[in-house]
């Protein structure tokens, strides 16, 4: 199900997600025709504007809010013109499964976007590099200063809710290299170690200061 | 018949100096018969003592009272619309001054105006003596023989008289302009003092209206231009996604339209967060700036140090300075000190002072007069009366520290 108040964009979303296999059961232009929708359909996944009619200005995260604690089934993928690490916070402080967080201009990177709404249909995480920039920003001291250039992108990659081969990919490195990087970082952060992918992005957002 | 432009100027003058003094005359003799039967009541009472006198001279003392406040508006009427000057609003302010010029510089104006008035009259008479001569039964001119020789005397002297009515008129309304600035006006300190509460208002109201028009601009791209590139860029990656048995050339020019677009969404998106962000209005500056600091192509690291038990919020007027300032100086960071490695943004509230300091361990040598950048910002800081200060010597490190007041 998508909810944006851009006729133009909501086209290109459809086609998008449908390109990934999902089927869209519904559209909605603001908020209180999303909830209604929600309420309707029970989709598995709905993709939220931030912003939208009446007000333009934080619709859609207070909307995903509400869906995350009404319909714990429903997962949301929230895209904004700009990401804020608060709205982030926000998002994940109930609940860290099944929440995406994305810049709006990351669908153009058809194939990244796509691999996204997948993680988070299935309950993983998806945040922005950039929230995760800022979050990195604000907790600019302490242990992170620890670690070394490699290991804060692994760290900031974790954080986004990516899997080991997901990372891996992405700096074109093994799935070896990056579990030992992972296994460092979680040392020198003093977090606990997790097998599941879900539960290390947990312990990765929590040091962040969002998440429950 | 066409009126010369001299005479007709000349005529338009006088009609006004004649209407502003006829207007004066009635303002000014009120007071004067106030005070004369005020006068004329005490001598009966010292030569005639009648028991009523006393009540009814009591009452005229309310009567002064209400003359030496009350006439202070209709003179203001009088010396704006008839002659364009503008006398300060006094109310029961100045007592002392209004109640020195209704009732005692007033009257002797009124005197002045009185034989100016006379004069014309007089004048306008006299030099019409032949018409009223030609009105009189025939009789009379016959049993006063030679009558045309004074007659002709009187109308000489009237249009003398005439001729110099404009110039006394000129005379003595500049006279008036004089006395009634002197006395009803304000003094320069007072003048000043409103003068500063008018521009502090009205450059609030600037700042407000450039804030006003800078968020209507930021929401305008929002809902359109910015959308319109994200939906083409996205089009352009569904092209590359699903176009894939395109010659080697055609996908060329797709992948280079596709970036171009995603760097002009960037670029956009820079230059409207730079503007003024929504999220500034809905959870404020320390929330706002995190996104400045990552995008910062630096390492930042961030201090927001507002005390959580603010009866309120910052203005949103300082609030958007001071994001203006940050997000400036970031940017003058990454323009001109390449060399910088890292830089550190701290906000503080202490009290009724907003502080932000950024300093960068780039080369120096910033010059605030010289860039225009700097210059801007210096401007803007200053619009909400906030101190600038900048140390940037040759080497670094360069720190910038703006004190912002937010009134409690």
Known sequence: MIAED??????????????????????????????????????????????????????????????????????????????????????????????????????????????????????????????????????ASDPVERLTAREREVLALMAEGRSNAGIAAQLVVSESAVAKHINNILAKLDLPKADADHRRVLAVLHFLGVGG | MTVPPRLRRALVRLRRDIAFTAAGLTLHLLPLLLHFWVVMLALGTAFDPDPDTPVVLACTLPLEIVAGWGLTEPQRWRFRALCGVELPRLRFREAKRQFAYHLLIGPLLGLLELLLLALLVAGLAASLVLVWIWLVPAPWRIAHVGYTTTASYVTVLGLAALATVPALAGGLVRLEILVGRAVLG??????????????????????????????????????????????????????????????????????????????????????????????????????????????????????????????????????????????????????????????????????EILRVVIADDGPGGADPSGGSGLKGLAQRVRSVDGTFRMSSPVGGPTMMSVELPCPM
């Not at chain 2, 230059?271 to 404020?284: K, S, T």
């Open chain 1, 6 to 139: 851009s006729v133009l964009l909501r086209v290109g979303l459809v086609k998008v997600v449908e390109m990934a296999g999902f089927e869209v059961v519904a559209e909605a232009g603001d908020a209180q025709e999303l909830l209604a929708v929600v309420e309707e359909h029970r989709p598995d996944l709905a993709v939220v504007d931030v912003r939208m009619p009446p007000g333009f200005t934080d619709e859609g995260v207070r909307a995903a809010l509400s869906i995350r604690r009404g319909h714990p089934a429903t997962k949301v993928l929230i895209l904004s013109q700009y990401v804020e690490e608060r709205y982030a916070a926000d998002l994940l402080a109930t609940n860290t499964s099944g929440v995406g967080y994305l810049l709006k201009q990351r669908v153009a990177d058809v194939e990244e976007f796509i691999e996204a709404l997948r993680r988070v249909a299935a309950g993983g995480t998806a945040l922005d590099p950039q929230v995760v920039a800022q979050l990195l920003v604000r907790r």
């Open chain 2, 186 to 351: 304000v003094s320069r300190s007072d003048e000043l003092a409103r003068r500063v509460e008018d521009l502090t208002e009205s450059r609030a109201g600037a700042v407000d209206a450039a804030d006003a028009e800078r968020r209507r601009i930021e929401r305008d791209l929002h809902d359109g231009a910015q959308q319109r590139l994200v939906s083409l860029a996205l089009n352009l990656g569904l092209a590359r996604a699903t176009l894939t048995d395109l010659p080697p050339e055609a996908r060329q020019v797709i992948d280079a339209a596709h970036r171009e677009a995603k760097d002009a969404i960037e670029e956009l998106n820079n230059l409207v967060r730079g503007l003024h962000p929504a999220v500034l209005d809905e959870l404020g500056l320390d929330a706002a700036l995190s996104g400045l600091a990552a995008r910062a192509p630096l390492p930042v690291r961030l201090r927001v140090d507002l005390p959580p038990d603010l009866p309120r919020r910052t203005a949103p007027a300082v609030e958007a300075v001071a994001y203006f300032v940050v997000s400036e100086a970031l940017t003058n960071v990454a323009k001109h000190a390449r060399e910088a490695t890292r830089a550190e943004v701290t906000v503080t509230r202490l009290g």
